[in-house]
């Protein structure tokens, strides 16, 4: 024997369901939204933490590039773009993009889905300074070698 469906209920049942369905929807939404607005805070922190290290390796090898990786996990509502995340670039990543001879780009990274690498770079800004200073050595040995007489 079937058991009698009262609609009453089921009508109660329906619309608590849709409510809380809708519910979660908002809070989501709301989530996605403060995960959107919080990126260049994300951003801000991982390049102040990163920044000195970039510093440091490029005075003790005089490496010219770096890879900052950055990851997102994978349950955020908001999962950023490239145009998301070069918008929200710190100061200075913005200006350093800008600059002749450094450039700053993104890809993805090489740890999965949501994992992005910024690549920060002063080669050409380094290459003109080493030939600024073999211009420079240049000059300087051929007015030693005029003082001295000899050519």
Known sequence: MRARINHASMITFADEFAKAARQGQKMRK??????????????????????????????????????????????????????????????DLKKLRDTEGCDVRLEYGKDGAHT??????????????NVKDLQAETRTKGEESDANGVR
């Open 30 to 91: 709301r989530l996605k939204e403060f995960e959107r607005d919080s990126l260049k805070d994300k951003l801000a922190k991982k390049w102040s933490f990163t920044k000195n290290r970039v510093l440091e390796d490029a005075e003790s090898s005089g490496a010219t590039c770096f890879i900052m990786p950055i990851h997102f996990k994978k349950n955020l509502e908001y999962q950023p773009n490239n145009r998301d995340i070069m918008d929200n670039l710190p100061e």
């Open 116 to 129: 992005w690498e910024i690549i920060v770079s002063c080669t050409g800004r380094v290459n003109a300074l």
